[in-house]
């Protein structure tokens, strides 16, 4: 009954030991497993925000290069030439963005619409803000948007200063950004929750998933504690990926500048709804977890018994602690497969010791041989070396690492004096030495046996020639 208790204590112990291992690791892949979805997630919002940047980009570029199509014309024709007015009536509904086509006036009163509208008396073409403005641009440039009184819709007054005289004029249309809202509709439509065109200068919205925010500051968005935080953003002019706090969670906000235009592009993500999905697929695997840790429980329950006989076959030497000669040679295979033809084999055989078992009595040998053992693993103490007791008075060292002959010679010769320093006051008239046999891998095609054989031979003609001395082969 006792026994049949520790059994089971052992088992609980064991699973004890392991499930809080197994629980740490799911965390931690669970944390990894997150980090990287954040990480996927901020790439992608960065590169939607980056395409959409790109998008309105080039639809201004396009609308510019058209309109200053009709500047250049105008300039060549003349303000005297009939044709000049032809030209820029065809401007009108020729293009979904200014369907009202151009229209110009000059500091002497007068005006002229692509669209046929006719002012009222006390129209004053230079008290208008975009004939103010066009005075600024030899090139057409995009001005500060405004909400039409008409239609409703977002638009901006896009000017020039023509190169005519004498009249000063200037050149405009009204550019509607209807696109700009389509834009944003469109990169909302995923993970992305806001998105919206604002002004660098007044903060004006230009555009926004949120249609009612459309038309609307930025800045005086105080209720929402997201957009105070784009506006502080935007008050640094910090461009890129943030992450910035919401009404609800954290947001990623990324800002990019749109060329050509004086407005920023703003795409916002809810880090909470990044993350929404990803319990749908933890809680199974926490679950699946808690199961494995109760079926682990019962293997081990079953195994436990092979699992003791495997560790009361550990490869060491009882009396030193060495590896064995099995173990030994085991791990040395390892070595030799991972690093083929690096390392260098040694048989050490304690000169004389049997004169010290004879004449000082086995327990003294013992207490040589643990000593012996020390000094190995003291001195072959780097991460590749692997020291082991073969047999009596027979140990071995495998160096597995690349190592020349030179530096072989070396060490094996203060290994000796280190052997001689140890044992010479100890055992002065035992003489107890030591004769190294060492094999190299590189001239024995990585083969254990051969390797072997090598530094055995080499041991043998070591004492052959009078101990106390190595060979290598």
Not at 119 to 131: A, Q
Not at 149 to 162: E, P, W, Y
Not at 194 to 212: G, K, M, Q
Not at 324 to 340: K, T
Request: proline letters at 2%; one cysteine or more.
């Amino acid at each position: 009954m006792k026994s049949k208790r520790r059994y089971i204590w052992a088992n609980i112990k064991l699973v004890g030991t392991i499930v809080p291992v197994v629980l740490i690791m799911i965390v931690i892949y669970f944390m990894l497993v997150r980090r990287e979805v954040l990480t996927l997630s901020r790439e992608k919002l960065a590169l939607e925000s980056q395409y959409y940047a790109e998008e309105i980009s080039t639809w201004a570029r396009s609308v510019l290069s058209e309109i200053t199509i009709y500047q250049t014309m105008i300039e060549q024709f003349g303000l005297d030439n009939e044709d000049t007015y032809e030209l820029m009536a065809t401007s009108a509904g020729s293009h979904d963005a200014y369907p009202y086509g151009l229209y110009m006036g000059d500091d002497q009163g007068n005006y002229f619409d692509s669209s046929g509208w006719v002012p009222d008396e006390d129209f004053v073409v230079t008290e208008r803000d975009w004939y103010i403005e066009g005075l600024s641009h030899d090139h057409f440039a995009f001005g500060e948007p405004y909400v039409d009184a008409m239609t409703g819709g977002t638009c901006v007054s896009v000017t020039c200063r023509l190169n005519t005289s004498p009249a000063v004029t200037v050149l405009s249309t009204d550019v509607y950004l209807d696109y700009a809202s389509q834009l944003v509709s469109e990169v909302t439509s995923d993970k992305i929750e806001h998105a919206f065109f604002v002004t660098r200068e007044s903060r004006l919205i230009v555009a926004d998933s949120n249609a009612a925010m459309t038309g609307l500051s930025l800045s005086d968005q105080s209720d929402s504690l997201l957009y105070k935080n784009v506006s502080r953003l935007l008050d640094g002019e910090k461009t890129g990926q943030s992450s910035v706090l919401g009404d609800e969670s954290i947001f990623f906000v990324d800002i990019n500048v749109i060329p050509d235009t004086d407005w920023y592009f703003v795409t916002c993500m809810n880090r909470n709804e990044v993350l929404r999905d990803l319990w749908r697929i933890e809680f199974p695997m926490l679950l699946l977890a808690v199961i494995a840790c109760f079926v682990l429980f019962i293997l081990t329950s079953i195994f436990s018994k092979e699992m003791r006989t495997i560790r009361t076959k550990a490869r060491l030497d009882p009396l030193t602690k060495l590896l064995n000669r099995e173990g030994f040679e085991e791990i040395v295979r390892l070595s030799l497969e991972d690093r083929p033809g690096q390392g260098v084999l040694m048989i050490i055989d304690m000169d004389n010791f049997k004169l010290i078992n004879d004449q000082l009595g086995h327990p003294v040998g013992d207490q040589a041989l643990k000593e012996f053992a020390t000094i190995l693993e003291n001195y072959f103490n780097r991460n590749k070396d692997i020291v082991s007791r073969l047999a009596g008075d027979e140990f071995a060292v495998f160096v597995g690492r690349d190592i020349t002959t030179v530096e072989t010679e070396s060490m094996l010769t203060k290994f000796m004096s280190v052997v001689h320093q140890n044992f010479d006051h100890k055992f002065p008239h035992q003489k107890l030495s030591a004769s190294i046999g060492a094999g190299t891998a590189a001239n024995c095609a990585s083969s254990y046996e051969a390797l072997y054989q090598s530094a055995d031979k080499a041991l043998y003609e070591a004492k052959w020639n009078g101990k106390d001395r190595f060979q290598i082969h």
